[in-house]
């Protein structure tokens, strides 16, 4: 299981999906791009929310 991302609090959801907001220091930006690239690379959530990966 993944543990949450240090700057989790950066992330905004809207309507289109999950951003990073503009302010956000570049380490959480580099954090969140690689969840991003994590969670596109091995699918989508199920109807509970839950992204397997392997």
Not at 14 to 37: C, L, R, V
Request: aromatic share 16%.
């Amino acid at each position: 299981m993944l543990e949450c991302p240090k700057g989790y609090k950066y992330w905004n959801k809207n309507d289109t999906g999950i951003t990073i907001s503009a302010d956000a220091p570049q380490w959480a930006k580099k954090e969140f791009h690689k969840y991003m690239k994590l969670f596109a690379k091995n699918g989508k959530p199920d109807k509970h929310g839950i992204i397997k990966y392997y």
